[in-house]
């Protein structure tokens, strides 16, 4: 299986500069961790697993994600995913930001198909972020 060069491009990028990429997280001390919304899935079949950590702020009436962060145990494919998503999720509102499709992932970093999986593991992060920063904000 021969990775195309955008996935090796993403995956390096992370590597050589993982702030720059996003990488890292927040902690629930942190100032505005109130703003914070948390999706962790993992695809024990091959081990790879995600966090992505979505900070949203209400601009004009909506909440936007001003910001994402990410932790991904695996692959090439799914750290490049991972950063993919990143890139196509800040300033997004929620609702763009739960339309993104992994099929969209797999067109940009041209996935073979044996690691679309990890594509689906970053969609399924987004939708689980989105429901915990919606089920945080209902019990304010």
Same mark, same amino acid.
């Given at each position: 299986m021969a990775y195309s060069q955008k996935v090796v491009d993403k995956f390096e990028e992370t590597l050589n500069n993982p702030e720059k990429a996003s990488v890292g997280r927040w902690k629930p001390g942190d100032e505005d961790f109130h703003r914070v919304g948390t999706g +962790?899935?993992?695809? @024990?079949a091959c081990g790879d697993v995600m966090k992505l950590q979505i900070k949203c702020q209400n601009i004009d009436g909506e909440n936007r994600i001003v910001d994402?962060?990410?932790k991904t145990y695996g692959c090439g494919s799914a750290i490049?995913?991972?950063?993919?998503?990143?890139?196509?999720?800040?300033?997004?509102?929620?609702?763009?930001?739960?339309a993104i499709s992994n099929q969209e992932i797999?067109? +940009?970093?041209?996935? @073979?198909?044996?690691?679309?999986?990890?594509?689906v593991l970053a969609e399924e992060a987004i939708h689980r972020a989105i429901d915990d920063f919606k089920s945080l904000r209902n019990n304010d």
């Open positions: +962790i899935v993992g695809a @024990p994402a962060r990410f490049a995913s991972s950063g993919q998503l990143i890139d196509m999720l800040k300033g997004k509102t929620l609702e763009e930001a739960q797999v067109d +940009i970093l041209e996935l @073979p198909a044996i690691k679309i999986h990890c594509s």
